[in-house]
């Protein structure tokens, strides 16, 4: 990136996901970390001493004073929707980026796409395990046809935040699906494009209990049918895991964040585990699948090019998450 112009960034809300990309595109060639919004003066000053020579401030008329090529929101979902139309109207900044999910639902997800539109900026939404070189191989696999025809799939996202937790201190409605499930539902999307939610089977969907997650059957128009079990009380899961088996006419893959393997119908079997995939970065923080899609978004802004997932891309996984909550409406 030697030669061109230097990014200025602005990052809204400091929690875990804030500090950790103000943390990574700080180190990124081309770019400057300019300031940083939190309305917590808690925040503010946690930040202040976390992240030295940064501005840091809790007054969002302050932080607006900075002129940015981007900024990254990275506060609680239910905010994003207010807060990048803000960041639009303003005329902050036309290049965003959002953590996953890109809002609370696809209604508010299809007006940001039009928003963006009219802004004509780099989007990208923090699906962070399109960047997992495992995930990356499996698609790679699939799309150099090494099983066949895809008929089936299984996917999973399991944690055990919740695991023993009586029903009526659970989360509300959605949230497995919609915060710990919308990872394997994007790369789902990813791997096998658009997907349509078959109705609530009895016995299946499991949505008397909707809070602890939801199981639901899925068809392409190509004839794939898939299943999707997503639970954050899944006892045994102290960190989350995202996972699918792919059943095709010539054999089947698994895969999760650490290995792919590609088992033939001859009986053969082939794995690659992530260090087999050239899982390096500059700068490691939390994963390196998030130095990737950093870097990604910052490439794309300077080269005038695009990102994936962006808004448009990601709003399919709202408006899938959406269909799924509809059949928990018992």
């Not at 939190?38 to 809790?58: C, E, H, Q, W």
């Not at 005329?91 to 609370?104: D, P, Q, Y």
Request: some cysteine.
């Amino acid at each position: 990136m030697q030669g061109k112009k230097t990014l200025s960034i602005g990052v809204i809300g400091m929690g875990k996901m804030g500090l950790l990309h103000a943390s990574i595109v700080n180190t990124i060639p081309n770019v400057r970390l300019s300031a940083i919004y939190d309305k917590s003066p808690i925040m503010k000053r946690f930040a202040g001493k976390a992240l030295n020579d940064i501005y840091v401030t809790d007054s969002f008329d302050k932080f607006t004073g900075f002129k940015y090529d981007a900024v990254y929101v990275t506060t609680p979902i239910p905010t994003h929707f207010s807060i990048v139309k803000e960041i639009y109207s303003l005329g902050i900044a036309k290049n965003i980026f959002v953590e996953k999910t890109l809002t609370s639902s696809y209604e508010q997800s299809a007006v940001l796409c039009r928003e963006a539109k009219a802004a004509s900026g780099v989007t990208m939404v923090g699906y962070m395990s399109r960047f997992a070189p495992t995930f990356q191989k499996a698609r790679a696999l699939l799309q150099e046809e090494m099983i066949g025809n895809p008929i089936s799939f299984k996917a999973y996202a399991y944690a055990s935040d919740f695991a023993g937790v009586k029903r009526k201190s659970l989360p509300g409605k959605g949230g497995a699906t919609s915060d710990l499930g919308a990872h394997v539902i994007d790369i789902s999307l990813w791997f096998f494009g658009e997907l349509e939610v078959e109705p609530a089977v009895p016995g299946f969907s499991g949505t008397e209990n909707y809070e602890s997650g939801s199981r639901f059957k899925v068809h392409s128009s190509k004839g794939l049918t898939g299943e999707f079990d997503i639970s954050w009380s899944k006892a045994g899961y102290r960190l989350p895991e995202f996972g699918l088996a792919i059943s095709g006419s010539k054999g089947v893959i698994t895969v999760n964040a650490d290995v792919v393997k590609l088992e033939k119908n001859a009986g053969n079997i082939i794995s690659w585990h992530r260090q087999d995939l050239h899982d390096n970065v500059p700068f490691l923080l939390g994963a390196p699948e998030y130095y990737r899609e950093d870097e990604h978004f910052i490439s794309a802004i300077l080269e005038n090019g695009s990102a994936e997932p962006d808004f448009v891309t990601a709003s399919k996984v709202d408006l899938l998450i959406d269909r799924v909550e509809s059949r928990m409406d018992v």
